[in-house]
Structures are given as structure tokens and as C-alpha cells.
T-cell receptor
Framework: AQKITQTQPGMFVQEKEAVTLDCTYD???????LFWYKQPSSGEMIFLIY??????QNATEGRYSLNFQKARKSANLVISASQLGDSAMYFC??????????????FGAGTRLAVHP | DTGVSQNPRHKITKRGQNVTFRCDPI?????LYWYRQTLGQGPEFLTY????????KSRLLSDRFSAERPKGSFSTLEIQRTEQGDSAMYLC???????????FGPGTRLTVT
């Protein structure tokens, strides 16, 4: 079964500094995808970034980048130049495909990030 | 593009009552998902619709839970005879191939007293 592990329950970072949130995964599939979502206190899950297992380049979206290390089965999220509004829960997720070609998301337990001024 | 909407945002009910939640996906998305999130955990998959067809159900979805998506537009999730263990955030998401990412609504927080 597929599994996502986020070992950091909480992280602190100073405003304008970079921070790395860890994510490791376990799967026997050759084709898979990894996601990061942000969940502010309001509760909505906000899609940040996606990395496919066959993508050769690490994904980037603005201040977010995904450090994908396939051999280590890790997909860490790097946030550059942290802002106060980045304070939230961050979830790593993997897509698990059903036989019909559609997929569901498997989530980790999350990391709470606090950005200090 | 108005995003995924869910109603109500909060629901408090007494044990044994029935509750129904509604999800309106992004209009052009034909795939719709329900997830449940308990305190301190990531969301867990409940069920999946492609258009109006319910194609996948988690074993988390007991007989007391039923979901529909008539006409392939909005979806409803009903919980009958609620139990305290049903207290959670219920999240709806939608997607459209070929993209893999799912877009979530704000969720419905259910409290069963």
C-alpha cells in the first residue's frame, strides 16, 4: 500500500528565510505523482505544486519548489523567502490510481509551519 | 472561475440525527471526490464520482453514508443516524483530466453532540 510520511509535526522559520518541509513516500508503482497542499486555519486545501515520477526536472511554482529525489523516495517542499501568510498546515500527498484510470490522493499527517516576523 | 463551494460550512447535530452536505464543483470538472479529515490528520478518501456515476467507495464509507451526484453536477453526502465518531471536516474536491491536481472546497465541519 502506498504511504506518505511527514516527520516534522511543526516547523518555525523567520520571515524572508527559506524553509524545507520533509516528505517521504512508499510505493511499488512505477508511475506516480506527488503533491503539496497548504491548509490555512480557514480549512480549505490549496494546491501548491505537483511532481510526476517521470518528470526529469524538479517542479517549481513561484516561491515553491519540490526537491524530488527518486532513489531516496523523498519529495521535500522548499519555500523561499517566507512570508507571514505562509503560516499554515502543509500536506504532502500521492496519487493512487484505480483500475479505471482515475485516482485518489493519499495524504501524510501534515507539518504546521509558523513564520515569525 | 468560482472554485469549489460547500454548504453548510458548519453543522452541529445531535447523535442519531441525519445530516446532508452539498458540494458544487468547478463547473467544467467531471470528477468529484469526497474526503474526511479528523483533527490532526490528513484527509482520507471516501468516494469518487465521474460525471453522475459513483465509481469508487472507501471502506470508511459505512452503510450510514450515502453520496449522490445527480446529472453530474453538484453532489450530496448524507450521513444517517450520526455518531460522535462522525465528527470531522468533510472536504469535497474536483478535477478534470488530463490534470492530476484536485481542487478542494472550504469543507463542512460536522460536530455530533
Amino acid at each position: 500500500a502506498q504511504k506518505i510520511t511527514q516527520t516534522q509535526p511543526g516547523m518555525f522559520v523567520q520571515e524572508k528565510e527559506a524553509v524545507t518541509l520533509d516528505c517521504t513516500y512508499d510505493t511499488s508503482d512505477q508511475s506516480y505523482g506527488l503533491f503539496w497542499y497548504k491548509q490555512p486555519s480557514s480549512g480549505e486545501m490549496i494546491f501548491l505544486i505537483y511532481q510526476g515520477s517521470y518528470d526529469e526536472q524538479n517542479a517549481t511554482e513561484g516561491r515553491y519548489s519540490l526537491n524530488f529525489q527518486k532513489a531516496r523516495k523523498s519529495a521535500n517542499l522548499v519555500i523561499s523567502a517566507s512570508q507571514l501568510g505562509d503560516s499554515a498546515m502543509y500536506f504532502c500527498a500521492m496519487r493512487e490510481m484505480f483500475s479505471g484510470g482515475y485516482n485518489k490522493l493519499i495524504f501524510g499527517a501534515g507539518t504546521r509551519l509558523a513564520v515569525h516576523p | 472561475d468560482t472554485g469549489v463551494s460547500q454548504n453548510p460550512r458548519h453543522k452541529i447535530t445531535k447523535r442519531g440525527q441525519n445530516v446532508t452536505f452539498r458540494c458544487d464543483p468547478i463547473s467544467e470538472h467531471n470528477r468529484l471526490y469526497w474526503y474526511r479529515q479528523t483533527l490532526g490528520q490528513g484527509p482520507e478518501f471516501l468516494t469518487y464520482f465521474q460525471n453522475e456515476a459513483q465509481l469508487e467507495k472507501s471502506r470508511l464509507l459505512s452503510d450510514r453514508f450515502s453520496a449522490e451526484r445527480p446529472k453530474g453536477s453538484f453532489s450530496t453526502l448524507e450521513i444517517q443516524r450520526t455518531e460522535q465518531g462522525d465528527s470531522a471536516m468533510y472536504l469535497c474536491a474536483s478535477s478534470s483530466p488530463p490534470l492530476y491536481e484536485q481542487y478542494f472546497g472550504p469543507g463542512t465541519r460536522l460536530t455530533v453532540t
